[in-house]
């Protein structure tokens, strides 16, 4: 056997690459020492009809930095004390305002906010035709009820008030300008917090599926994004509602809870209440305010499970397939993409799939477009 194939010893080859060892001496200085602090004792001698105390103390040769925290006498502790409570709001206002911008750098430099867009689509998107709304007015039926009515009979009421939305009376304001149209979106908003204010949860609920069913109509198409984006105003309003509702419902005398809470930290009323509106929603007959109200509140999945956002997302994506209208469609993944990029920016494959979605839609949407814009300009020449 030729000598350079003879067997390598590599226990000894391991040895001769590890880092050399340095003894430390017993009095040398070495930063993982472990430093030794005698706290003092005081020893009482129980003598009946007199008391006597002797104390000793000691304390190794290299102090603690970290001990004077304990006492207080560090400057950041006599700093804290004489600190002003309004300057130290400010300072927890920045850097809850930092942790937002670190957040923010998750959907990279280049991102463009919705507060910067909404401005421009309600600036560039306008028209002088008159437009028109539909409100489904709900028929009051006075229920009396009982102190000692079941929980069924509670449930049963409150679905009852929800199908009385689509029974009852339609009422149809036509021939509304662009001012008033925006004055009567305004009105909705403000009726919506009101009702929430007065405890009236179902008719918050009403108003904001009042309010996604005017998203179904494309008749002026030219004003349609304008409309969206004062719609999603009210939709954003509802599921910040809902959102500290339940997180008030969170407090406890720990106080509030982190921004990174997790399910197991809340309590069971918050989530039987969440579950509760996840239910009321599931209950819409009609496709486009269901998904409209559940993408409102898709923050609060935060409070049933950990994967509830990452789970929803891609079945809010598919729920979209079933709209008929492709430029609503569109109009609906962009307001999905919009708010799960708020809730969570770090989950990017529901954005990949509604992109593809378009993509496969746009044939439909471009010559809807189009025919439409064909439309208008027949209609502009005859009247010239």
């Known amino acids: 056997i030729p000598s350079q194939w003879t067997s390598r010893n590599y226990t000894s080859e391991f040895d001769s690459c590890r880092l050399e060892a340095v003894p430390v001496e017993f009095g040398d200085y070495h930063p993982l020492k472990p430093i030794t602090v005698t706290e003092s004792k005081t020893k009482k001698m129980g003598r009946k009809g007199s008391t006597s105390s002797t104390s000793s103390s ?17 400057p950041l502790s006599l700093f ?4 002003d409570p309004v300057t130290t709001a400010a ?16 959907v990279g430099s280049d991102f463009e906010p919705w507060s ?14 008159k437009l028109s709304i539909n409100l489904y007015m709900s028929s009051e039926k006075g229920k009396a009820t009982t102190p000692g009515s079941a929980v069924s009979e509670k449930v049963r ?21 662009q001012q008033d149209y925006m004055n009567r979106i305004e009105d909705l908003n403000q009726s919506l917090k009101d009702a929430w204010a007065s405890d009236q949860k179902v008719k918050a609920l009403k108003i904001v599926i009042q ?22 105003d009210i939709l954003d309003t509802f599921g910040k509602l809902v959102y ?33 509106w996840f239910f009321k929603i599931a209950s819409i007959r009609e496709l486009i305010p269901r998904f409209y109200v559940e993408a409102a509140i898709l923050k609060c999945n935060k409070f049933l499970s950990k994967t509830g956002i990452s789970e929803c997302l891609p079945r809010l994506t598919a729920m979209i397939r079933g709209i008929g209208d492709p430029l609503v469609a569109v109009y609906a993944r ?6 799960g990029m708020e809730v969570a920016p770090h989950l990017k494959e529901s954005l990949n799939k509604n992109f593809f979605d378009f993509l496969l839609t746009f044939k439909q949407v471009s010559k809807y477009v189009c025919t439409f814009n064909c439309r208008d300009f027949r209609q502009k020449k005859k009247i010239e």
Do not use: H, W
């Not at 603690?64 to 925290?69: A, F, H, I």
């Not at 009421?157 to 300008?177: A, F, I």
């Not at 008749?219 to 719609?231: A, C, D, E, H, R």
């Not at 008030?248 to 579950?275: H, I, Q, Y």
């Open 58 to 74: 000691s304390s190794s040769s290299m102090i603690d930095p970290l001990s004077s925290v304990l006492d207080g006498t560090d």
């Open 80 to 83: 804290a004390a004489t600190a």
């Open 91 to 106: 300072n927890t206002d920045t850097t809850r305002k930092k942790r937002d911008k670190d957040d923010s750098l998750v």
């Open 116 to 129: 910067s867009k909404r401005g421009e689509i309600l600036a560039r998107y306008t028209t002088t035709e």
């Open 157 to 177: 009421t409150r679905l009852e008030e929800l199908d009385d939305l689509e029974e009852g009376s339609q009422k149809e304001l036509l021939n509304l300008t």
């Open 211 to 232: 309010c996604s069913k005017l998203l179904s109509d494309t008749t002026v198409i030219q004003f349609y994004p304008s409309k969206f984006v004062l719609i999603t």
């Open 244 to 276: 500290e509702r339940i997180l008030s419902m969170c407090l406890d005398n720990r106080g509030s809870l982190p921004d990174n809470f997790t399910p197991e930290s809340v309590n069971d009323t918050a989530k039987e209440t969440c579950l509760n």
């Open 334 to 339: 962009a307001y999905l993409c919009r708010v």
